[in-house]
């Protein structure tokens, strides 16, 4: 079956642009997350959906971040006016429970350069 | 607040050497500690978990809560071991699957 898979795999904006990126996970996984991986570093949580209900999103850095799930599927993470801190590989994992023991199953990630 | 660190950003050892990847945690109550991998232009997937205690592509992981550490281990590398490897730690009462990771270690397998 099909893994978890994010769109765009790179993202090019100039400083000030809004992005969009999209997460589509597993078919009927619960769970989804965002992770943050600057280059250099390991993969930082931003925010954690179960089903279409944003229950933790400490991780997000500002304001600029927003990320939803309408549906309790796709999920889109969207930066407004980027900045150059932003620069990194935006992760999207699921799972397909509720509860931490459940593997995460990973997507290619998105890698973002703002210029 | 919970801390994951992996001493070692490279790692370099020959074909059927013993390895040993670090990894030292903080965290105040019971975690739950996991490796995961990832080879070259592949995604980041799941070695192992230490609360199954299973031995996957002959690496296994004990975790000392005494020393707070969850090191990594094969007895004789292999060229195909050759990839990133993340510790990371699952924080106690954290229903969800909250990860926390280190900063990776980056094992070279040399022929």
């Known amino acids: 079956g099909a893994g978890v898979s994010q769109s765009p795999r790179y993202k090019v904006a100039k400083r000030g642009q809004d992005v969009a990126l999209r997460c589509d996970p597993i078919s009927g996984h619960v769970s989804l997350f965002w992770y943050q991986q600057a280059l250099g570093q390991g993969p930082e949580f931003l925010t954690y959906?179960?089903?279409?209900?944003?229950?933790?999103k400490s991780g997000l850095p500002s304001d600029r971040f927003f990320a939803e799930r309408p549906e309790g599927s796709v999920s889109t993470l969207k930066i407004q006016r980027t900045q150059q801190e932003d620069s990194a590989v935006y992760l999207c994992a699921s799972s397909a429970g509720v509860r931490g023991q459940e593997t995460q199953y990973f997507g290619p990630g998105t890698r973002l350069l703002v210029l | 607040a919970q801390r994951v660190t992996q001493p070692e950003k490279l790692l370099s050892v020959f074909k059927g050497a013993p390895v040993e990847l670090k990894c030292n945690y903080s965290y105040s109550g019971s975690p739950e500690l996991f490796w995961y991998v990832q080879y070259s232009r592949q995604r980041l997937q799941l070695l192992l978990r230490h609360i199954s205690r299973e031995s996957i592509k002959g690496f296994t992981a004990d975790l000392n809560k005494g020393e707070t550490s969850f090191h990594l281990k094969k007895p004789f590398a292999q060229e195909e071991d050759s990839a990133m490897y993340y510790c990371a730690l699952l924080a106690g009462g954290t229903s969800y699957g909250k990860l926390t990771f280190g900063q990776g270690t980056i094992l070279t397998v040399h022929p």
């Open positions: 959906f179960q089903n279409e209900a944003q229950l933790d």
